[in-house]
């Protein structure tokens, strides 16, 4: 017991790791919502061009549809959170918050008609940024870093084609462009 409060202390107050723990304890409490209330579920999620949808832009990476949704989605979160932590501490929650907005509001302006929930355009937002960051900078570190990514995540580039019911491919597709429209913008001089 007297290691698990300093560690829990560390985990959710400490940086950098409060940066990726509250997102997925707030994941959890997303993924808990939909089974309490389906409307309060859809109601949360980026509903395009409808002023109810409006605050999903902010709310939908944390709601998702279901455990196996859930479950899909923190891993990557955590892994690729991780490596775009690793690579920029300071600007992390800057980076984060411009590619989870960025891909909000092109889902809001473009996206189906439906609600779009879940962290996985952030997720493609850390794939695309680590990916960029590596073409742009060229370092030894941030190309091992990229190959990593394409071998264990390149999969998941599949995802950003219209042809499954039920995913958010805009979500997919908008979350990478924002990644790498965020390491551009990096490499004018903020990397």
Known sequence: ?????PFFHRLYFEAPWCYLSWPAAAMVVGTII????????AR?????????????????????????????NLLPFIVLGA??????????????????????????????????????????????????????????????????VLVFYGGMLAGIKPVRDGTSWEGHLFGLLAGLARAWFDSRGHL
């Open 83 to 148: 490596l775009v932590l690793r690579r920029n501490e300071a600007g992390f929650v800057e980076v984060a918050a411009t590619i989870a907005l960025a891909e909000g509001a092109l889902v809001w302006l473009f996206a189906r008609n439906a609600s779009h929930v879940g962290m996985s355009g952030v997720i493609f937002g850390f794939f695309g940024y680590l990916l960029a960051v590596a073409f742009f900078t060229r370092t030894m570190s941030d190309l091992l870093v990229a190959g990593g």
């Open 34 to 41: 939909p089974f309490l209330s389906k409307s309060w579920g």
């Open 1 to 5: 017991m007297d290691k698990i409060i």
């Open 44 to 72: 949360l999620g980026i509903v395009p061009r409808t002023a109810s949808g409006l605050p999903g832009i902010v709310t939908a990476p944390f709601i998702h549809a279901n455990i196996a949704h859930f479950a899909a």
